[in-house]
């Protein structure tokens, strides 16, 4: 079922005016084209909560064996395609101004599938009628953004104060699956933010994920594996696990789908990285 809400004001009057109508070029390209694609980052934002803040940038979710037909369709039009990170996005760039093609999350663990293309709320984006990312994709793709240069909890606390009580909390706690601590802990720092609001989140929910805690608390790990979960919340801050005290890489698991390659590419990236940094030493 597709929902209706009534979407907050637009973005479209902050965006520069050439960014603008490439932005809108694209869209209607993709449109006419008839290539499913769902806006997010900040245009999504925005629509989900009311919050309004600069981008510098288009973000659109695609699924990956679209890929090559938006590069193809992209092209012709003069624009510069790039696969950035074979693992997780492309880039579309005309000058200085570019478009994210988004398949995955930045770790790995959330593919873009037909899942994302179900219910999604339309409004028009520089007056071109588009799908908007649901609210429960929007959150999980944020809720493992914890660099030292970037946390996301504010943006997932702030899709909950907005969103409660139209959360499909069923399918928003079947795609964190193995990683639900993840979001138990946003849940928790919700409570936390919004004190008078901790009852918006649905007891059943909270009962549920506090279980699983009692649980796992008392019984020992199913493996005697040392696997490090940090480098899913952040590329950077637990290489030291698994370069210097011998961790498992959690992204080099069955978890995600990264590779050694696209590891050492990610690591690579950070900014003021040293080479020699970037050679994960777990298996592919």
Not at 10 to 27: K, Q
Not at 95 to 118: Q, T, Y
Not at 191 to 198: N, T
Request: proline share 5%.
């Amino acid at each position: 079922m597709t929902r209706s809400a009534a979407p907050a004001r637009s973005l479209d009057e902050e965006i520069d005016p050439f960014a603008a109508d490439f932005y809108r070029e694209a869209l209607q390209a993709l449109t006419r084209a008839r290539i499913p694609f769902l806006v997010g980052g900040a245009f999504a934002h925005a629509f989900h909560t009311g919050i309004r803040r600069a981008t510098k940038d288009l973000d659109l979710f695609i699924r990956r064996e679209d890929y090559q037909r938006i590069e193809r369709l992209m092209q012709r039009r003069g624009w510069q395609v790039e696969m950035t990170y074979p693992h997780w996005l492309a880039k579309v760039r005309n000058c200085e101004e570019f478009i994210d093609l988004i398949f995955n999350s930045g770790n790995g663990l959330a593919p873009v599938d037909k899942r994302w293309f179900r219910g999604n709320s339309r409004t028009d984006t520089l007056g071109v009628p588009v799908r908007i990312a649901n609210v429960e994709d929007a959150l999980l793709s944020k809720a493992f953004l914890m660099e030292r240069e970037r946390f996301d909890g504010g943006d997932v606390a702030h899709l909950l104060q907005t969103n409660a009580e139209r959360i499909d909390w069923e399918r928003l706690l079947a795609s964190f699956g193995p990683h639900w601590r993840v979001l138990l802990a946003h849940l928790t720092l919700f409570g936390y933010i919004y004190p008078g609001e901790r009852h918006r989140i649905p007891p059943g929910v909270m009962s549920r994920l506090t279980d699983r805690l009692v649980e796992e608390t008392h019984h020992p790990p199913s493996s005697t594996e040392q696997v490090c979960a940090g480098t899913l919340l952040s590329r950077e801050q637990y290489l030291h696990d698994i370069e210097s005290l011998g961790y498992l890489d959690a992204r080099l698991t069955r978890a995600t789908t990264m590779t050694n390659r696209d590891v050492a590419r990610w690591t690579k990236a950070i900014p003021g990285m040293h080479p020699t940094r970037a050679r994960p030493r777990n298996g592919a």
